[in-house]
């Protein structure tokens, strides 16, 4: 299991054009004129409409703040490779955001840099807010929540394979062969690939060592900052 050791800091790759530009409108979202409710002390993520999704990962402000995003003037793209401006930021004392668009070999790619106080505000919320419920929009359920950004999760409900370990409870442990995500205590994000062990004895250990969540996806791109070969099929 791979490590990146970079406590309180999360990046996420979105390879989807439309992804992340939702998402900001969706966590961009003014109040209404009656008074909200305080948001928890957690971390979000959101899917783009009319996607939907059964589980999303979320980053939240502080409790009294509503997240704002300032978007950046678009510039002409440089012939030459250059360090990206920012697109979209937000900032305050205990959450830092910055989401950069990319373009390379005909793709289109948002980068979100998320920089955290405490590992328990990466948070999550299933769709209709519990596990197994049906899907909805991602900007539903980020409406519920008032995060900062958010993102679509691993559609666990897709199938009935893995670890399923979310806000450091255990939802599901089942063989699998996919990679395994896993976030742990601090915040620090590592790889599992190998998954020839008993799952449920990895599930076991996992919760025994605090983990916070795991999410089942694949193919993972880059372990330990380094790009992994795909299968020719992919």
């Keep these: 299991m791979a490590k990146w050791k970079r ?15 939702l998402c900001i409108r969706a966590a961009g979202i003014q109040p209404d004129p009656a008074p909200r409710p305080a948001a928890t002390a957690t971390a979000a993520v959101t899917p783009p409409e009319p996607s939907t999704a059964e589980t999303a990962a979320f980053a939240q402000p502080t409790a009294t703040e509503a997240p704002a995003f300032a978007e950046t003037p678009a510039t002409a793209e440089p012939s030459a490779p250059a360090e990206p401006q920012s697109d979209w930021s937000y900032q305050n004392s205990r959450v830092g955001v910055t989401i950069t668009r990319h373009k390379q070999d005909g793709f289109v790619y948002f980068v979100a840099d998320i920089q955290l106080a405490e590992p328990g505000q990466f948070s999550y919320a299933f769709s209709n807010e519990k596990f197994g419920g049906q899907p909805e929009a991602l900007s ?19 199938h009935n394979n893995g670890i399923i370990i979310r806000g450091g409870e255990l939802f599901r ?8 995500l896993v976030v742990d205590k601090n915040g620090d994000l590592s790889l599992l690939t190998d998954r020839s ?8 250990r996992l919760i025994d060592e605090g983990a ?11 372990d330990g900052g380094q790009p992994l070969k795909l299968e020719s099929t992919i």
């Design 197 to 204: 062990e008993k799952q449920g004895l990895v599930a076991d």
């Design 7 to 21: 406590r309180d800091r999360l990046l996420l790759l979105c390879a989807f054009v439309l992804l992340i530009p």
């Design 140 to 158: 539903d359920i980020a409406e519920r929540h008032y995060p900062v950004i958010a993102v679509n999760g691993d559609f666990y409900g897709a």
């Design 212 to 222: 916070l969540h795991t999410f089942e996806f694949g193919p993972a791109l880059v």
């Design 173 to 180: 442990k089942k063989n699998s062969t996919r990679a395994l």
